[in-house]
């Protein structure tokens, strides 16, 4: 499926010149208006240029404006979830939330997750990169791995992630996670894992960012809004998407035997 405009522009938006930074905001805030808008008026109410908004267009994928029109149109026209008007901290995180993951629902391309789930069923190493707030999510996914009896491991330095993703081979398998992706660090450790022959796979909020152009394959979960500054942007997408290829991966899978093992196993971990 198609990901909507204004995720599109959303995982764009760090990636874009200040004069393309205008006309992306100006769409975000006022989508409505902009379909009954020429591309003159457009770039007139953004205080920018015709030029401008085609780079910007061209960037999210349209070859000319009406497509763009078109394609907004439909995304304003499409049932949504309604959201209170409200100031109160949890009402407002619990919207932002249950935004993100209906973003991602609805753009989900599940072709790509039943595909990443049988490159990891026939991994020989399994290996999560990421680095700061990421790394909570690729140590909770390898855990998670590790306990189906893949050879799973989460790495946050990036010294590691190159010096082990140097030595990796053909049916190793590197899923790199960024919510921005344009962190240098799991860019560059993505980078030499392929290299090497890894099969690499990019999480990652960014549309059109390094790490999702380096990758073999990226599975995008949802873009914040611009204002959003990167200690208040939540990895919930990142999250769910683990959740998805972790799911996928159980269901193709055999795993009594191996569940009855870890639970004798964990026992002698708890009191009573």
């Known amino acids: ?20 930074k205008k006309a992306a905001q100006y769409i975000l805030e006022r989508p409505g208006d902009v379909i009954h808008y020429s591309i003159t008026e457009l770039a ?43 100031k109160d901290i949890f009402d407002t995180l619990f ?11 609805r753009e ?40 189906l009896g893949f050879s799973a491991t989460a790495y946050s ?3 590691m992630q190159v010096i082990v993703g140097s030595n990796l081979e053909k049916g190793d398998v590197v899923v790199a996670i960024s919510h921005s992706g344009v962190i240098r660090d799991t860019y560059k450790s993505a980078q030499v ?11 990652t909020a960014g549309v059109n960012s390094p790490l999702s152009k380096v990758v073999d394959l990226v599975l995008y979960s949802s873009a914040d809004d611009p204002e959003e500054s990167e200690f208040t942007a939540n990895r919930v997408g990142e999250l769910f998407i683990i959740e998805l290829i972790y799911n996928s991966v159980v269901s193709k899978m055999s795993i009594d035997k191996k569940e009855s093992k870890i639970t004798e196993a964990m026992k002698t971990k708890r009191f009573g």
């Open 95 to 105: 919207n932002k939330i249950i935004n993100s993951l209906t973003n991602i629902y």
């Open 157 to 159: 330095d990036p010294h």
């Open 44 to 86: 007139n109410w953004a205080g920018t240029s015709e030029t401008t908004v085609y780079r910007l267009l061209r960037k999210a994928g349209y070859s000319g404006y009406q497509k763009f029109k078109l394609d907004l149109a439909r995304e304003l026209s499409a049932p949504s979830f309604e959201l209170k008007e409200t």
């Open 1 to 20: 499926m198609n990901k909507l405009v204004t995720t599109k522009i959303k995982g764009l938006f760090n990636s874009l010149t200040e004069a393309e």
């Open 193 to 203: 894992a392929k290299n090497a022959g890894a099969y690499t796979i990019g999480i």
């Open 108 to 147: 989900l391309d599940r072709e790509k997750i039943n595909k990443v789930s049988d490159i990891i069923l026939k991994s020989k190493k399994l290996l999560f990169y990421s680095v700061g707030r990421s790394f909570p999510i690729a140590f909770d996914a390898s855990l998670k791995f590790a306990a």
